[in-house]
């Protein structure tokens, strides 16, 4: 893989690390406005298209059924922190289909968030399925299965019904076929994440933002998804965490999510574009300075914006004393 | 930097991301006896070189007056997790100051153990400087100017005594002037970080390893702080972490050190080589099998040792289910 440095670490004036990527910019008709690196390559996305993984779950009808509003359908797209209105909403998901968290196969882990790990075990208490990141959309899953006659025991399986239709999903938005010849792996949640090529990625991301392309019912669909997390961006992450506050800064003109191993996706409804984005090193902080600045080039923002969007961009390092011991800055062909 | 990809994470057969970075290996008269990627070029140390930063507190006869011994040592070398033995020992080497966590600059962070962080917060307690990763160095730091006649306060200081003689240090042991033109970082702890050539790391590791080039009292003093990190290895890092791991199961044959942004050292006594490794992206994961390849290529291992080594060359990626997802592996120029 030959991915062009995107990112810089700085510490002091001195760059202490450095990281490659790729990345595809395209429109709702596929064509790349900008790209870099191996784009074509195909990826693991992992847990950047929950929005399109949730795709079933509104398409079924279960999410009406079970009366599910913003905050369900946010969860259901969200790699959340496990705080405590995660934990909540997902619990209730489950409820409206007769179930509890003992009906989630994602596994059980402490929340991601330091402060609600922390305040679980001061409380004396001891990490659930409920607090998996995966939660809201292992219940969309669970919630899917019910409300479509599918027994859900096994739905993480490659081969069970919710998986096909969600593989479906994803192979529609993304016009990819998922077939005989895609690399399949088994994501941290322990449901498949299939290969795909990053600038699909991107075209997928383009028709969320833009409707165009996938027909009318299903437009509606992708608006209403893409409503539900501009509405409640705490549901898709948490406190302190990329997706949430950018989301909260920028509202409904962007859509963006983050996905394991340095991937990210976003929507750019204004702009009708589609945005995706591999680490090649699979790490986190690059792959969010790497979204900053394409954000930053494609969306025009007004003065207050582009101040507080900086902290995105070029993020500051501080040590455990609160000094400012470097930052993060975009670098290559994404330098300003 | 144009280093190679050393490192390959695999998610089932598909390699799903990728990290490149330097080393290099070197004997005790500082010839590079193998290297990769551009590794003349200077990097930020940060903790991998706690030993020598640990010289002072041995040479000023500083640990003897206090009385310490392997643990206290091994803790003074060590990035540790936070955990109960960790903390004791570190307040312990204060005491004999007649000091307390109050003398330490270092900061306060939960413990990076996730068990002890929990415990911490199931006690209802709060993380103090002492359960900062730095404890140790720092309390070595506090003991050396106490024992020296150095007022203490502001030890961390590029400018303060102590860090004049730990520069000092350094600097001999890797024959690396620290100059006007050395580039200067803060690191994590508050103290200053020296960038220094990857292979003048490596040159100075060789002299920990062999004695040689330092003079019969340092060659001593460097013999002794081996002896400790084989002794107490849990002190140097702590529960399932790899410092901890190779040591325990290697014995006195490595002494190994890791440090933030991919930076790992060690020392091979009986071959008399030192190694210094920096992964570009500064991801420790890789960091970490990068060193497992060297040692495994320099260090004769019998079957049983090879066997158990294998977890630390080709670890084994499990997801919340506890379901096996994947390795990570050495690659190009590492690859078996």
Redesign the interface.
């Known amino acids: ?1 030959s991915d062009p ?1 995107l990112v810089e ?1 700085l ?4 760059v ?5 990527g790729a990345f595809a910019v395209c429109d709702a008709e596929g064509k790349v406005v900008l790209r870099a690196g191996e784009a074509d390559r195909p ?2 996305p992992r847990s950047a298209i929950k929005a399109l993984q949730a795709l079933p779950l509104i398409e079924s009808g279960a999410a009406d059924r079970f009366g599910f509003g913003n905050r369900e359908l946010a969860l259901a797209c969200s790699s959340h922190g496990g705080e405590p209105a995660h934990v909540e909403v997902a619990a209730g998901m489950l409820a409206k289909a007769g179930l509890d968290e003992r009906a989630l ?6 929340p991601s968030s ?1 402060a609600a ?3 679980l ?2 409380s ?1 208490g001891k990490p659930s399925a409920l607090h ?1 990141n995966c939660s809201g959309k292992h219940a969309g899953f669970v919630c899917f299965a019910c409300a479509s006659g599918i027994d859900p025991a096994g739905y993480v399986g490659v081969r069970h019904e919710v998986q096909r239709f969600v593989a479906e999903a994803v192979s529609q938005m993304t016009g990819h076929p998922l077939d005989g010849d895609t ?8 449901i498949p ?1 299939y ?1 795909v090529p990053i600038h699909r990625l991107a075209h997928a991301f383009a028709r969320l933002a833009t409707g165009e392309g996938v027909g009318p019912e299903r437009a509606k669909v992708l608006a209403r998804l893409r409503e539900a997390c501009a509405a409640e961006p705490f549901m898709v992450a948490g406190s302190g965490r990329f997706c949430t506050d950018v989301m909260t800064l920028l509202g409904p003109k962007v859509f963006v999510k983050t996905g394991a ?2 991937v990210f996706c976003a929507a750019l409804p204004g702009q009708g574009l589609g945005i995706a984005v591999k ?5 986190g902080r ?1 792959a969010e300075v790497i979204m900053a600045a394409l954000i930053a080039r494609f969306l025009p923002m007004d003065e207050a914006d582009t101040e507080d969007f900086a902290r995105f961009l070029m993020p500051v390092q501080k ?5 400012t ?2 930052r993060i800055r975009p670098a290559g062909p994404l330098r300003a």
């Open positions: 893989m440095v670490v510490r002091g004036a001195f202490e690390s450095v990281h490659r990826i693991y196969e994602c596994g059980a882990h402490w330091a790990s922390q305040a075990a001061r004396g998996n690399a399949i792996g088994t994501d941290g949640c322990s994440t290969a191993e340095g680490c090649a090193d699979g790490t690059a040590n455990w004393n609160g000094i011991v470097g």
